[in-house]
């Protein structure tokens, strides 16, 4: 099994970007914001460091491809816990595409290429998970056909989050949503939810 990691191929993440100021943070700790600007200011495939970007709107997810009750219960958790962490903005699932600004696809990559034809061939390919995020708008997918149960919810969560502005992984943390190695964790390490709150609450 290839170490597989998402791929941030826009530096978008919102309308909102602002330089990183470091007095912002004064009431969190040294580790936090220390591992705040790793993941917040880094970009896999990028350098526009020192710029936070976040949406500056409401989500609106659309899931398309071949969708189950499993993931969808799943989404419907992860969007819970966000929004009673995030302030400024809500995050919520919608039926209709047309009111949508994040879609979220299921399904194997090949097909999923189809819908996305501009997204690099290779990178879907060797990627079970990946998110590309613009001007408060994106769309991400989860390869359900070579990512077992587990897998897949690991990488919706931290697709999901990763699409929110905390764009880049480290080896610091192996509990962590962001941790660069391949895990299957499907829960918010305690300083993954202080990040969120600094990207979007400060």
Known sequence: KQ?????????????TTEPFDENKYKSYSDESVEYFKEIAL??????????????????????????????????ERIVLELNNIIEPINIEIVSDS?????YIYFGSYKDFSLIKPNIDYGLLKSNWGLFIVKQNSGCMYVDIHRANELEQKH????????????????????????????????????????????????
């Open 3 to 15: 170490n597989i990691k998402n791929d941030d191929l826009s530096i978008g993440g919102g309308n």
């Open 42 to 75: 880094g970009r896999e495939f990028k350098s526009d460091s020192e710029v936070l970007k976040r949406w500056d709107k409401d989500m609106k997810i659309y899931v398309g491809g071949n969708t189950n009750e499993v993931l969808n219960s799943e989404l």
């Open 98 to 102: 047309s009111l949508s600004n994040m």
């Open 155 to 202: 990488l919706l969560r931290e697709e999901l989050t990763q699409s929110l502005g905390l764009f880049d992984d480290s080896y610091k943390y192996p509990e962590s949503i962001f941790y660069q190695g391949w895990t299957t964790t499907t829960e918010y390490a305690p300083i993954d939810r202080e990040l969120i709150d600094m990207l979007y609450n400060n």
